[in-house]
């Protein structure tokens, strides 16, 4: 009788200390990235995702990405919404544009409207280009200022935190405070050219990040 009672303690002892099949012990996971991704039409970004440069060093990550503000594109896109109405409107009051037009072609219509929208487009693509291709870069080393114009002009410029003397920023205006956005404008030592990202959103937040980094880069490695 006594090994009974033993037998059964042993037993359960052993199902005490039997995991459970469904027990799993796992490493924890790593940790997530705090780097945000990158959308199509974003202005202001903290530590983006996949942002590069040319010449960028390999210790050197970019902690800020400024463009001008997608308010800023307003105008120019009214301006191509208007002229692209505009040969809509002359069919519907081409009864006063009778004469006006009387020494064209009939023939040749659909070719000036092909030529007309074309310049159109183009005015538009170019805007978008200024916009989307002007960008400024705020990395752990310095400030890349990347300037773009026009298909033609496109210029690069670098400079070292320790070569920063001044920063300082503007919001001027009703829709500059509305929207909050404004001008950063970098000082830099030594004859070197200024530099400066216009119509950036929170253009308060990107000068506190230039300033609280002066003196800081070096520009090896």
Excluded: C
């Excluded at 020494?103 to 170019?126: D, E, K, S």
Aim: aromatic share 16%; no cysteine.
């Amino acid at each position: 009788m006594p090994d009974i009672f033993v037998a059964e303690a042993k037993t359960k002892k052993e199902k005490i200390e039997t995991p459970l099949p469904h027990t799993k012990i796992e490493d924890n996971p790593p940790p997530q990235s705090t780097r945000k991704k990158m959308g199509f039409f974003k202005a202001y970004v903290e530590k983006p995702h996949g942002v590069t440069f040319a010449n960028q060093k390999t210790h050197e990550e970019i902690v800020l990405f400024l463009r001008a503000h997608l308010i800023t594109n307003f105008l120019w896109v009214v301006i191509t919404l208007i002229l692209i109405s505009v040969p809509f409107l002359a069919v519907a009051f081409s009864s006063l544009f009778t004469n006006l037009f009387s020494f064209v072609p009939g023939n040749f219509i659909p070719f000036l409207l092909t030529f007309y929208y074309l310049l159109v487009f183009a005015y538009a693509f170019l805007h978008f280009l200024n916009w989307f291709y002007n960008i400024t870069l705020i990395t752990n080393l310095g400030v890349v200022d990347i300037d773009y114009s026009d298909l033609l002009y496109h210029d690069v410029a670098f400079t070292n935190f320790n070569l920063v003397e001044d920063v300082n920023y503007t919001k001027v205006g009703f829709f500059r405070s509305l929207f909050n956005y404004g001008d950063i404008f970098v000082q830099t030592a030594g004859g070197r050219e200024n530099l400066e990202a216009l119509g950036v959103p929170n253009p308060a937040r990107g000068a506190h990040i230039i300033s609280d980094s002066i003196g800081h880069g070096d520009g090896s490695g």
